[in-house]
């Protein structure tokens, strides 16, 4: 079983940066495709960025197109969402998963999450 373990949130200023990062346990994880999730309070979980397990492809949300940008090194087995230009509609809890199906079905097993906070 692939455990996903996401780092690099943290308070920002509106406009800012931040990386996140998607370590998984096992090496299998390089043949997975993988999205980015976030859920801000009081709200749904709701999908932001995907990739193939090659990196091909991505697929963004459209909120987030042209400012987030999703990676992956599979050497590290890990996936990266490069965030710019942070809004503070973007303050939520990020979780990256593996997908059942492309481009945006998560399989549902969810982490811990890393908190994006930004502030206006």
């Known amino acids: 079983q692939v455990q996903l373990v996401e780092s690099g949130g943290g308070l920002v200023q509106a406009g800012g940066s931040l990386r996140l990062s998607c370590a998984a346990s096992v090496r299998s994880f390089r043949f997975d495709d993988v999205g980015w999730f976030r859920q801000a309070p009081g709200k749904e979980r709701d999908f932001v960025a995907s990739?193939?397990?090659?990196?091909?492809?991505?697929n963004y949300a459209a909120s987030v197109k042209g400012r987030f940008t999703i990676m992956r090194d599979n050497a590290k087995k890990t996936v990266y969402l490069q965030m710019n230009n942070l809004r503070s509609a973007d303050t939520a809890v990020y979780y990256c998963a593996k997908l059942t199906k492309w481009p945006a079905e998560p399989d549902g097993d969810w982490g811990q999450g890393t908190q994006v906070t930004v502030s206006s």
């Open positions: 990739i193939t397990w090659s990196g091909a492809s991505t």
